[in-house]
């Protein structure tokens, strides 16, 4: 029976994206947080992680940045082939610009709940293993599949724009780096906080991924999580609707 | 590299059958100014079709539409008997396509045709017997485990074309193919193709190189300014020119421009002068009477001559007379 071309076009993203250097990022940096910062930080922040130490606090936040760094392998696919030509030469093969944009988002996916599994390998490893319910489990496969869809379609709108190599490298950077620390992944939203700090860390949707994550990691699933959840899902159909359309809009490559 | 034919036959059509018909397709990047301007013409199955022209000329956009990348603003195309706008994935599936352009995933050598075989639905056994086939015939053995971006420019070519014969085709358009490749790699891929083409494979080819469109081609079509110049079979183009011969002359000191002139007047109708600079290409039928005219223009006006010379017409002589402003213009559509 012939492979769906779409099955095809993941397939493709999967083995060319999987190589050591790119796993070294992928997975290699999520891990160092997860290690040195859970360590590090673990006498400072006793109480946090439900009074397992902040190591546990820290693995569901960890998880959820996942979606971000899938987000980025999902960006970064696009600019390459862009930029190296596949894009012009998948299109003039059996592909539509469709199957070749969802091959790009189920990848993503793969990759963010792929990420967020050895994350919560690695952490049970470290602090043990905890109960997590299967509503639980749903909402983290659930709310990481948002989240890597969200944080695709914001790189693949980066990559289709951009017409630089240097542009885009600034730029992917910032929103690793802006996106992660201000959000919930590492620290709570605590009243202390400056408010212009507080309004960012409100608006960034990986605040969202993280506390559902946690809240399901740690069974303690509030209706917060569930309206945090819905506006993201409004904010991911807005985003991939911005991405579709600057994609289909785009040069095939950067001649 | 030549040998046995590397793509599954029979494919395609009847022979004879019009593959690829193209009538006056329209194509501009920004709105404003036209990079193809309404060419026209028909490819039969079996045929090598050459496209010459100079960088800019329209060829590259003019694949571009052909392969269903670009979509023309006017005019029409059928290809393979189907309409581009309605039918574009299932011409894709029965056209291959080296770009002029690298296109390479993150891999090994090895790693590119086996993804570019998988990415075209070519089951296990079948893409493993046409890679390693693949690496052979274009001499990729000690390159298979290197990734593609350390490679040379010549061997990344090599490796892209490789990678086009990973899956069969009805119509192969060849995006300057060679460029980048030596002498012995070059004439193998074109025995390569040949080979094909004898099996029913149709060949679109573009080219900066005159001698490879004389080896492979069956008609040729020289482009500029998004409109087709030139365009007729090799034999009809050698006929029309290869009777001619060329007179090259640059002039020393002297009114350079009035001799040109004054020349221009002396010279047959059917003889075609074309001046850059102090420099002049005249390609005429009566060498003789054309040189005594022009020496003795040379010495009433004492002009000196610091080069003169003779020669058979080339293909180059079709393509530069067609290209160059004055020259003699025959589109054949």
Known sequence: ?255 | MSGSPLLSTPRGPAAGTAVLEVKHPHHSYDGKREALRGVSFTIRRGEVFGLLGKNGAGKSTLIKVMTTLLRPTQGSLRVLGMDPARDGQRIRQRIGVVQQGESFDFTSVQGNLDIYGILWGIPGEERARRRDALIQRFGLEDLRKRRSFDLSGGQKRRVQVAREFMHDMDILFLDEPTVGLDVIMRRSLLDSIRSEVAQGLTVVFTTHNLEEADYLCDRIAVIDDGRILVLDTLENLKRLYGGKRTIELTLGEGDAPGYFRALQERLAPTDVLTVKDRSGILLTQEPKQALSALVELGQTRAIQFEWLNIRKNTLEDVFLNSVEPGGENHADP
């Not at chain 1, 947080?33 to 009074?51: C, E, I, K, P, W």
């Not at chain 1, 960034?204 to 209706?223: C, I, K, M």
């Open chain 1, 1 to 255: 029976m012939p492979i769906p071309n779409l099955l095809r076009l993941i397939y493709r993203n999967t083995r060319v994206n999987t190589d050591p250097g790119s796993l070294v990022i992928l997975l290699g940096l999520p891990a160092l947080y997860l290690v040195f910062f859970g360590f590090g930080f673990q006498s400072l922040a006793g109480a946090a992680g439900g009074g397992k130490g902040y190591l546990a606090y820290l693995t569901p936040g960890i998880m959820a940045f996942q979606a971000v760094m899938a987000g980025t392998v999902g960006g970064s696919m696009l600019w390459a082939d862009r930029r190296y030509g596949m894009l012009a030469q998948l299109l003039v093969g059996p592909f539509t610009r469709l199957q070749y944009l969802l091959g790009i988002m189920f990848t993503s996916v793969l990759f963010g709940l792929g990420g967020a599994a050895v994350m919560l390998a690695l952490a049970s490893l470290l602090v043990g293993t905890g109960t997590v319910t299967a509503l639980g489990v749903g909402v983290m496969l659930g709310t990481i599949t948002l989240g890597s869809i969200f944080f695709g379609s914001l790189m693949l709108l980066v990559s289709a724009l951009v017409k630089s190599n240097n542009a885009y490298n600034s730029i992917q950077i910032l929103v690793i780096f802006v996106v992660n620390f201000a959000s919930t992944v590492f620290y709570p939203l605590s009243s202390g906080l400056p408010l212009a700090i507080k309004v960012l860390f409100d608006l960034n949707p990986l605040t969202y991924v993280a506390d559902a994550v946690r809240g399901a990691y740690f069974s303690q699933l509030t209706p917060t999580e569930g309206w945090q959840l819905l506006v993201l899902a409004v904010e991911t159909v807005v985003v991939l609707y911005l991405a579709i359309r600057a994609y289909m809009r785009s040069d095939v490559s950067m001649e």
